[in-house]
């Protein structure tokens, strides 16, 4: 989750403190968004671990839920191992949210032929409000979070989620999208201000949503942060040039790929970007790198106790592109 240091709150990998004996597969937040019905904002009624009733506070895309909302399972989050002591399975994929009068946005997907919803699996498909009106807020994958006021989340996710099933959105999103990423790459340290703390979870937000919309932005803007020392804005960055142009964006991708200067798992990730792309045009510049490439271990920073290490995720950058490369063939 989010771990606060003095006077920020960083955006760090999620860490759990308890052994997990189920694990799962955790859904990038992509999927979660296209295999959803509704979105919306909504408050625990009442809770259990296989039941959660809510209200609903304000429909923001998609179905409409009506007034209550009641909440089953999962859709996704496909389970890699289950173990149980003395017959009763461990309980980690359970319901567990906080109790009522708790607010959540929730990307819902409706039981066919029930008046039941689900989410997408116990750690992905919610939000959850805090005091201050921030949100524990998901851009990527819900092991890297951020926390961005509620006007900031509702502004993109209801864009992402109406450009993910073909819809248009608010032109305010792309003007939120160029003044956030108009300002210099945004300092993260232990000694950051509030406002600079601020800034990089904006600008995160606003570069994942370019990812996620397909809103180009220049290559002289997004350089600038991929040329930044942060992984995750290193991450963001590689993820947003997807919308670019194909020429330009695979010369940009190939080259942060090669350069062993980049975060390694900023460099898999262009991998990945280079695969949704279907860049085959590099194929003879990734066969001539792989010989070079880094065998270093990776990951997406999953602890070994968390439940999602059954996320799947290349072990190197060399893996990376060899696995790539047998695809093409």
């Given at each position: 989750?989010?771990?606060?240091?003095?006077?920020?709150?960083?955006?760090?990998?999620?860490?759990?403190?308890?052994?997990?004996?189920?694990?799962?597969?955790?859904?990038?937040?992509?999927?979660?968004?296209?295999?959803?019905?509704?979105?919306?904002?909504?408050?625990?009624?009442?809770?259990?671990?296989?039941?959660?009733?809510?209200?609903?506070?304000?429909?923001?895309?998609?179905?409409?839920?009506?007034?209550?909302?009641?909440?089953?399972?999962?859709?996704?989050?496909?389970?890699?191992?289950?173990?149980?002591?003395?017959?009763?399975?461990?309980?980690?994929?359970?319901?567990?949210?906080?109790?009522?009068?708790?607010?959540?946005?929730?990307?819902?997907?409706?039981?066919?032929?029930?008046?039941?919803?689900?989410?997408?699996?116990?750690?992905?498909?919610?939000?959850?409000?805090?005091?201050?009106?921030?949100?524990?807020?998901?851009?990527?994958?819900?092991?890297?979070?951020?926390?961005?006021?509620?006007?900031?989340?509702?502004?993109?996710?209801?864009?992402?989620?109406?450009?993910?099933?073909?819809?248009?959105?608010?032109?305010?999103?792309?003007?939120?999208?160029?003044?956030?990423?108009?300002?210099?790459?945004?300092?993260?340290?232990?000694?950051?201000?509030?406002?600079?703390?601020?800034?990089?979870?904006?600008?995160?937000?606003?570069?994942?949503?370019?990812?996620?919309?397909?809103?180009?932005?220049?290559?002289?803007?997004?350089?600038?942060?991929?040329?930044?020392?942060?992984?995750?804005?290193?991450?963001?960055?590689?993820?947003?040039?997807?919308?670019?142009?194909?020429?330009?964006?695979?010369?940009?991708?190939?080259?942060?790929?090669?350069?062993?200067?980049?975060?390694?798992?900023?460099?898999?990730?262009?991998?990945?970007?280079?695969?949704?792309?279907?860049?085959?045009?590099?194929?003879?510049?990734?066969?001539?790198?792989?010989?070079?490439?880094?065998?270093t271990p990776v990951g997406l920073g999953i602890a070994i106790m968390d439940p999602r290490i059954g996320t799947r995720?290349?072990?190197?950058?060399?893996?990376?592109?060899?696995?790539?490369?047998?695809?093409?063939?």
């Amino acid at each position: 989750m989010l771990k606060k240091l003095p006077g920020i709150v960083l955006l760090i990998l999620a860490l759990c403190t308890s052994l997990s004996a189920e694990t799962w597969d955790e859904p990038w937040h992509r999927d979660v968004v296209e295999k959803s019905d509704a979105f919306g904002l909504y408050e625990v009624v009442r809770t259990s671990p296989t039941r959660v009733v809510f209200k609903e506070v304000r429909h923001l895309a998609g179905l409409q839920t009506g007034p209550n909302v009641e909440l089953t399972g999962y859709y996704s989050g496909n389970v890699v191992s289950t173990s149980t002591v003395n017959g009763v399975r461990t309980g980690e994929s359970s319901l567990s949210f906080k109790g009522p009068g708790t607010r959540y946005y929730l990307f819902l997907k409706k039981v066919s032929g029930s008046t039941t919803w689900v989410i997408a699996s116990p750690t992905s498909g919610f939000a959850e409000v805090q005091p201050g009106d921030k949100v524990i807020s998901t851009f990527r994958i819900s092991v890297h979070q951020a926390l961005v006021d509620s006007g900031t989340y509702e502004l993109a996710q209801t864009c992402i989620f109406r450009k993910l099933h073909g819809q248009e959105c608010s032109p305010d999103v792309y003007s939120f999208i160029q003044t956030q990423l108009a300002a210099a790459p945004a300092a993260m340290s232990n000694n950051a201000s509030a406002e600079e703390a601020d800034l990089f979870f904006k600008q995160h937000a606003a570069l994942e949503t370019t990812y996620l919309t397909g809103y180009a932005v220049e290559p002289e803007i997004l350089s600038k942060f991929l040329e930044d020392s942060v992984f995750h804005t290193q991450i963001s960055a590689v993820r947003a040039l997807r919308a670019l142009a194909s020429k330009e964006r695979n010369a940009m991708l190939m080259s942060f790929v090669t350069n062993d200067s980049r975060n390694i798992l900023a460099r898999v990730v262009a991998v990945q970007m280079i695969r949704e792309t279907g860049a085959r045009e590099l194929k003879d510049q990734i066969i001539a790198y792989v010989p070079k490439a880094s065998s270093t271990p990776v990951g997406l920073g999953i602890a070994i106790m968390d439940p999602r290490i059954g996320t799947r995720f290349p072990a190197s950058l060399k893996s990376a592109l060899e696995e790539l490369i047998a695809e093409w063939k």
